[in-house]
């Protein structure tokens, strides 16, 4: 159970440290509102669809309300409502509640002002035009520069192995970066990739498994290629 303090007008002015006009407080430690650092953390999930990267964001998420009694937003693309508009939905159901966004407007201010200590970014690789007004990039350091951390999860590559910018950049930014992987449909092994049963199309389609699947990179490559003992020879 997280102990609060609470500071009547009985508490001398004397005993109170001076802080910069700029500086909130963030996580609960001992019964205490400790102060933020200047800058923030970066943690990005990433891997090939069916790895498990909403499950994690869903367990930080978790963690960092109940667990560490932080404030938080969690985001999501609009156009994304393969399972709900208002809620990030893994595969096996479960779901926290999401603000689906197209314009970001003064969003970063607003969360600055109200001294926000986390903010999720869920398939954040969608967050690009047409389908989102605003610049991810910029977003997320102006977060950071405000000692607000920001979770950031998504694929890493497309279905024909293509890296997503914005993840990649990311990714070489992060303080974090927690790469998962998915099971191969074909042979079991850990998988890469994420392979298109159709095998044609633009880069974006949403779908889910009756459109993707994950795989080892060898089926990704050659897709009814034949198990043989020597195939995975020193893999």
């Known amino acids: ?136 990039l910029q977003i997320v350091e102006d977060l950071l520069g405000a000692g607000i951390d920001v979770v950031c999860s998504g694929l890493d590559m497309d279905w024909q192995g293509k890296p997503f910018p914005i993840i990649a950049h990311m990714a070489a930014k992060a303080d974090e970066v927690h790469k998962l992987r998915g099971v191969c449909t074909v042979c079991g092994r850990p998988s890469t990739k994420t392979y298109k049963k159709t095998g044609s199309g633009g880069q974006i389609e949403i779908g889910g498994a009756e459109l993707y699947e994950s795989r080892c990179t060898i089926h990704w490559a050659v897709p009814d290629l034949e198990l043989t003992p020597d195939l995975f020879y020193g893999r």
């Open 1 to 136: 159970m997280i102990e609060t303090m609470t500071v009547t007008k009985e508490t001398p002015v004397e005993s109170t440290p001076a802080t910069d006009p700029q500086q909130t407080v963030s996580l609960v430690e001992g019964g205490e509102r400790q102060p933020k650092p200047p800058y923030g953390h970066l943690s990005v999930v990433c891997g090939p669809m069916f790895a498990g990267k909403t499950t994690e964001t869903l367990k930080r998420i978790l963690w960092a309300k109940n667990g560490r009694g932080q404030s938080i937003r969690v985001y999501k693309p609009a156009f994304d409502q393969r399972y709900a508009r208002l809620q990030i939905v893994s595969h096996e159901g479960l779901a926290a509640d999401a603000e689906a966004v197209v314009d970001w407007d003064n969003r970063s201010a607003d969360m600055i002002e109200d001294s926000i200590d986390v903010v999720f970014f869920d398939e954040v690789q969608f967050f690009e035009s047409p389908n989102f007004r605003g610049d991810i």
